[in-house]
């Protein structure tokens, strides 16, 4: 019994460390979640999502992620309708996450996975 209860516990521990958005560990599921779901570069025709670097940030609570993936056309964002060049394409996303919030996702330095925009 006291065996099946240890092994209850540490597991219970661990799935709160993956999820929590306060480890390291969970901030960057979070990140990897979101480019998966919610970057529009990615979302259209990105495929390979590979975490490289993760980057300490001076706030609490705070880490930057970098991931390497590809996409099957040139170019950003949702490009539905448009004419497309199609070659295999290299993109690295940087994901802040903020205390388990995304608050700035960039490909490229090109373009701004939240609003939508090419950088100026």
């Known amino acids: 019994?006291?065996?099946?209860?240890?092994?209850?516990?540490?597991?219970?521990?661990?799935?709160?460390?993956?999820?929590?958005?306060s480890t390291k560990e969970g901030a960057q599921k979070i990140a990897e979640k979101w480019v998966k779901q919610n970057a529009?570069?990615?979302?259209?025709?990105?495929?390979?999502?590979?975490?490289?670097?993760?980057?300490?940030?001076s706030c609490d609570?705070?880490?930057k992620?970098?991931?390497?993936?590809k996409s099957s056309n040139s170019g950003y964002?949702?490009?539905?309708?448009?004419?497309l060049a199609q070659v295999i394409t290299d993109h690295r996303?940087?994901?802040l996450v903020e205390n388990g919030e995304i608050?700035?996702?960039?490909?490229?330095?090109?373009?701004?996975?939240?609003?939508?925009v090419l950088a100026e």
């Open 1 to 21: 019994m006291k065996k099946i209860f240890s092994i209850i516990l540490i597991s219970a521990v661990l799935l709160t460390a993956c999820a929590n958005p």
């Open 40 to 57: 529009s570069t990615y979302v259209f025709d990105g495929y390979d999502l590979k975490h490289t670097k993760t980057f300490p940030l």
């Open 61 to 63: 609570n705070c880490w």
């Open 65 to 69: 992620y970098e991931f390497l993936f």
């Open 77 to 83: 964002g949702d490009r539905t309708g448009q004419v």
């Open 93 to 95: 996303i940087q994901v």
């Open 103 to 116: 608050t700035d996702a960039n490909v490229d330095n090109a373009y701004d996975e939240i609003n939508k």
